[in-house]
């Protein structure tokens, strides 16, 4: 079992920035990977980045050069910086951790206005 309490979605202008954070407790030793989904309303949850045991980050072409994941190993914990957000990024966005399935975060309001 793997329990994911995420931090930091908002309200934020075009253009503007927005750090998430996903703090990871119970299993941690069996996750394959950890990441970010996102579910628009209307919409099915898509993938938007993740990041491997190994270190090896992934991204959706819809978010490369403007997100960037990252870990602390020391603090369970990964982050997502993202920069220059646009309207289309409005979502709830939710944390993800991989072991033979994927368990879930609660999901952070992430809302971007033009």
């Known amino acids: 079992q793997v329990q994911l309490v995420e931090s930091g979605g908002g309200l934020v202008q075009t253009g503007g920035s927005l750090r998430l954070s996903c703090a990871a407790s119970g299993s941690i030793f069996s996750i394959n990977a950890m990441g970010w989904y996102r579910q628009a309303p209307g919409k099915q949850r898509e993938f938007v980045a993740d990041?491997?045991?190994?270190?090896?980050?992934h991204y959706a072409d819809s978010v490369k050069g403007r997100f960037t994941i990252s870990r602390d190993i020391a603090k369970n914990t990964v982050y997502l910086q993202m920069n220059s957000l646009k309207p289309e990024d409005t979502a709830v966005f939710y944390c993800a951790a991989t072991i033979t399935r994927i368990y879930w975060g609660q999901g952070t309001q992430v809302t971007v206005s033009s």
């Open positions: 990041i491997t045991s190994g270190g090896s980050p």
